[in-house]
């Protein structure tokens, strides 16, 4: 019996330390990526105290409080950002050997741990800093006192088991579907437990039902929050749409077998193999724990509608009860055929004789797919930044950028500089801004670039830039000009790249960056052009484009003002009025009589003896879009008549109607708005009638324009009216005309 208790602690050393080569060998070979680099700064921004380690990003605070406490030990380098996932990836294949011992299966837990500390999948997460491999050993820690505990309802398992599930509670969101599927578990065992033996057999669990009740209800609003960005119908920013069942299932399937069709199928064989021994052994409590903990996630991922697609790093404790089960089939089937060996005589021989080619067999099957995982660049981010070298000069910049997702998502911009010469200034290509380019208006220095384009290299005719590709679709460009004005140089950099951009909408996004170059740089004809090629379905920056459109026009119709281009003036502001009914430089470029302006100078012949309120000029702004106009306010009933003479060219009548925000909510049928208008001694003739609700839907700026065309050269008296509406109720008549006008004619602005 000794004998054979040194063979398994032999074994079982044998495979950690397996486990432990295969994770740490490499464990700096690949750059930090995106999400890594939110680890590390995460890390050092929460690193101040508790509560800022609470109060980090969208996820919970356990690896980010690990990483953090590393970092005080150890200088900051991948390989320690990394060490909290890897000695976790590490100590499961232990202590999945232990949760063997505990079940009665020592040698499915030494089978399964085997296949832990080869699994590719496995290694790929503890090889990051990120939160899966924490997941899957807190999460297997958490199953296996739950066996203990239910198995031997002791009050010291249970205490473990509620600290152990608070720990994983603390390590991802994903924790909580786990413990869904073992809570069911343990209201089965407790209505059980209580037919049997009534309600003291409960009282054990009471100190670990009270620790896990604290814990819950403190982290509950930040799981409500969690579920409420990434579940449901419409997909959480950044990630895609919810997964169907069995696209859930297959990509199980696949990453945890290896990642490889056929090992994947031998695998999941092996998995029903032993779960049907268990059935047949009647191991009811492993069935049963192993069913509740595995079904229950992925159902509650389906009827929540998760809105990650199908990623199994989200349901990465799953894996080592998979595992487990080929564990059981593999024990099963060797000590089968080592019974029927007919030599050696020593069970103890004739096992490791079965075994040790089984074993061999399994790592030469994941050495390949481990191989490729090791040698797996994310991105050469170390060897981009060597390529551009230091800053020379205190205006050196570096521009990252993706060219192949629509919004830059894991752009540049975030690893880049982790591993860049400090003194470069780091442009995010892909959210450039006006701003900042008005700001680098004039400066000098050198521009490079750090570029992503996934599926098709990035290329350079000419020689003004240089391109070095690294893995995956990284590459280094360098200005080889000379050149030391930074706009100009970020103009050429963007009219190179943009055509390469992959997708219409990531293309579309960048010629708008090139919109901004061109008009920080006051080539408002190339900015125009460079926008309006911009495809209009676009769904990026669509409030951006609309307020870049409008600054180009306004300068193009300043420069039009300027030369004296009458028509450029027109077409111009026709554009701008199109999409800003109140914009006041257009209004003024196109503005032959201002009525407001006549009213305040007293040369209006103004009629308000019935009206409740004088006319006069106020300001109406409506809460919806904070638009604010000058209005010439008039209570019905109320008139106000200009004389005004026409020049020969023919003019619009140009304003907008609303009911004054402030008297919306004090009912009333609305008001009724009228125009006539005439020769100064002639009969005036109603040209316009419109009544305004008070109303959600009337409730806004209405514009109108009334051609006055047929009164060409002639001198015209203008009469705008107010009346009471259709009911004759006057309560909450506070209309206005926002600043009435004669237009110039405009050109259409199609």
Partial sequence: MRKTSSYFLAVSVLITILGAVIRLADLSHDSLWFDEIMTRHTAVQGSGSAAAAMDVRDHLPLLYALVA?????????????????AVAGILAVPLLITFGRSTRLPRAGLWSALLLAIAPFHVRYSLEARHYALLLFFSLLSLYWLYRALRH????????????????????????????????????????????????????????????????????????NALAANSGTEAATGTTAAASLVTWLSEIW?????????????????????????????????????????????LLIQFLQVSRWALPKYVIYLLPIYLFSCGVALQVSTEWLAERLPWPRAQVARTAIVALPVAILLIAVAWRPLQQEQNDLVRDWRGAAVELGPANAAGD???????????????????????????????????????????LAGQQGRVSALLLNSNQPVEANGSQWRVSPYRHGLFAVTSQDGSSDILAQLTALYELLVPQAEASSSQCDLRQKLAVLYLVDERYGDARDALTSVDPTCPLGVKERERLQTQIDQQLLAAAIESGDEAGVSSIAAFLLARDPGDEL??????????????????????????????????????????????????????????????????TLYTRLALDPESWGWGGDGVT???????????????YRGHVANDTADQTWHTIEISLADYA??????????????????????????????????QDSE
């Avoid at 103004?606 to 919806?624: C, I, K, N």
């Fill in 69 to 85: 406490t590393v970092l005080r030990v150890l200088p900051e380098h991948e390989f320690t950002l990394r060490l909290p996932s």
């Fill in 153 to 224: 309802n002791r009050q010291r398992d249970w205490l473990i088991f509620a600290l152990a599930t608070a720990i994983n509670l603390m390590t991802h969101y994903s924790a909580w579907l786990l413990l869904a599927g073992e809570g069911l578990l343990i209201v089965l065992w407790a209505v059980f437990m209580t037919r049997r033996r009534g309600l003291a057999a409960l009282w054990p669990t009471v100190p670990a039902a009270l620790i896990l009740g604290i814990v819950l209800l403190a982290l509950m609003p930040r799981a409500r």
């Fill in 254 to 298: 696949l990453a945890f077998g290896f990642g490889v069709q056929l090992p994947a199928l031998i695998l999941s064989l092996g998995a029903v193999l032993g779960m049907a021994y268990l059935l047949y052994r009647r191991r009811w409590l492993v069935i049963t724990l192993f069913g509740m903990t595995a079904v229950v996630p992925i």
């Fill in 397 to 439: 910049t570096v521009v990252a950028m993706a060219l192949d997702t629509a919004d830059g998502y894991n752009a540049a911009g975030v690893a880049g500089p982790y591993y860049l010469d400090s003194a470069y200034r780091v442009l995010d290509g892909n959210h450039f801004s006006l701003e900042t380019a008005q700001k």
């Fill in 586 to 651: 257009a209004l003024a470029a196109v503005t032959e009589t201002n009525l407001l302006d006549l009213f305040l100078a007293g040369e209006a012949d103004v009629v308000d003896d019935l009206a409740p309120e004088p006319v006069g000029a106020r300001q109406f702004t409506m809460p919806q879009t904070a638009d604010t106009g000058e209005v010439l306010f008039m209570h019905p009933p109320a008139v106000a008549r200009f004389t005004v003479q026409m020049p020969p060219e023919p003019l």
């Fill in 673 to 687: 708005f009228v125009v006539h208008l005439g020769t100064p001694n002639g009969e005036l003739q109603e040209i």
């Fill in 713 to 746: 050269g002639q001198a015209v008296t203008i009469s705008l009216a107010t009346e009471n509406g259709p009911a004759g109720d006057g309560t909450g008549d506070w209309a206005g005309w926002e600043t009435p006008r004669l237009l110039r004619e405009l």
